[in-house]
């Protein structure tokens, strides 16, 4: 029972990255955000957007308040391409798997190289 749903997320994932690269002509979401994956419900009425958005920060909140502002806009180019009878509803949420790779990623660098590591984070470095 539950193939069906992961087939649809997956279709939403690649439609909806498609929509917002290249039919969506914000320039705070258009280069900036990546669909990383989709969670739907069992009944196909909901699905949440994970995204990862390549900016830090105030364009980061900006990214993700266009996104929301898309959100009609998605549905709308959406529905002709997934030929579900009704268009689960979206919603977009912030990933940070991303930058917690590169955290981990940063962190084994300085460990082969034997650098200190600042188990606080990056940010006592810069003061």
Avoid at 6 to 15: D, K, T
Avoid at 66 to 86: D, M, Q
Avoid at 100 to 113: I, M, P, T, Y
Wanted: hydrophobic share 40%; glycine share 6%.
């Amino acid at each position: 029972m539950k193939i069906r749903p992961e087939r649809v997320a997956h279709l939403i994932r690649r439609e909806i990255a498609e929509i917002l690269s290249s039919r969506l002509r914000d320039p705070r979401v258009s280069h900036w955000v990546s669909v990383t994956d989709v969670e739907l419900s069992g009944d196909l009425s909901f699905a949440r957007v994970f995204v990862s958005v390549l900016a830090s920060g105030p364009e980061c909140e900006q990214t993700l308040e266009a996104l929301e502002r898309a959100t009609p806009f998605v549905r709308r180019e959406l529905a002709p391409r997934l030929g579900l009878r009704e268009v689960p509803g979206i919603r977009f949420v912030l990933d940070p798997s991303i930058e917690r790779g590169a955290r981990v990623e940063d962190l084994l660098r300085k460990l082969s190289q034997g650098e200190p590591i600042d188990p606080e984070g990056e940010e006592g470095e810069e003061a």
